[in-house]
């Protein structure tokens, strides 16, 4: 079975644990980044009103940069060892994802980063009037970035499984 040309799950155990435990990393890495930022971006203008215009342009610029960099980091790690022979490819994926792993992630970013945005100011539409404590938007930011980084991390590990055999992966050093 696969979504966006590419399996859902890798074929063997130690494929799906080693996805699991990375995108958890990458989950958990997000989620502190996503928070800091917001810190040091709105920790200033507490309380920040769900319906702010400022508020709302971040959510698409971190679920652009989250997306990007929970696909393109992991990826480089797997990569490298992928190269060294410490893990085989896996499984398969459609021919028009990209080989390049910049281009792949930012495909992929782009792919997250839409209706991560949308469902972000869909649900603070319906909360124009709420204004968020420090500690509240830290949270909100920061399960906002897992999300993202739980879907990206995923998926782009997935691909660089499935990376065609007889192509180095590129991007990759």
């Keep these: 079975m696969s979504i966006v040309g590419i399996e859902l799950l890798p074929s063997t155990d130690r494929h799906r644990r080693y996805v699991v ?8 890495i997000s989620a502190l980044l996503s928070a800091a930022f ?35 980091v992991p990826s480089l ?4 060892r992928m190269k060294s022979g410490l893990i085989l490819r896996a499984g398969s994926r459609a021919a028009w994802w990209p080989n390049h792993l910049v281009l792949r992630s930012a495909l992929l970013a782009a ?16 909360m124009l009037d709420h204004h968020f404590s420090l500690a509240g938007l830290l949270v909100w930011k920061a399960v906002y970035g897992s999300i993202i980084a ?20 590129e991007g990759v050093s």
Excluded: C, Y
Excluded at 44 to 69: K, S, Y
Excluded at 77 to 80: K, S, V
Excluded at 152 to 169: E, I, N
């Design 150 to 169: 739980a879907v990206s991390t995923g998926t782009a590990l997935r691909l660089m499984l499935a990376q065609p055999v007889g192509l180095k992966p």
């Design 21 to 28: 435990v990375e995108t958890m990393v990458s989950i958990g």
């Design 111 to 126: 792919i997250v980063a839409a209706p991560a945005t949308a469902a972000h100011l869909g649900a603070t539409f319906f």
């Design 77 to 80: 790690l797997l990569g490298r």
């Design 38 to 72: 917001a810190w040091v971006i709105f920790g200033h203008a507490v309380p920040v009103a769900a319906g702010n215009t400022a508020f709302r342009i971040d959510a698409m610029i971190q679920a652009l940069i989250v997306a990007f960099m929970s696909a393109v």
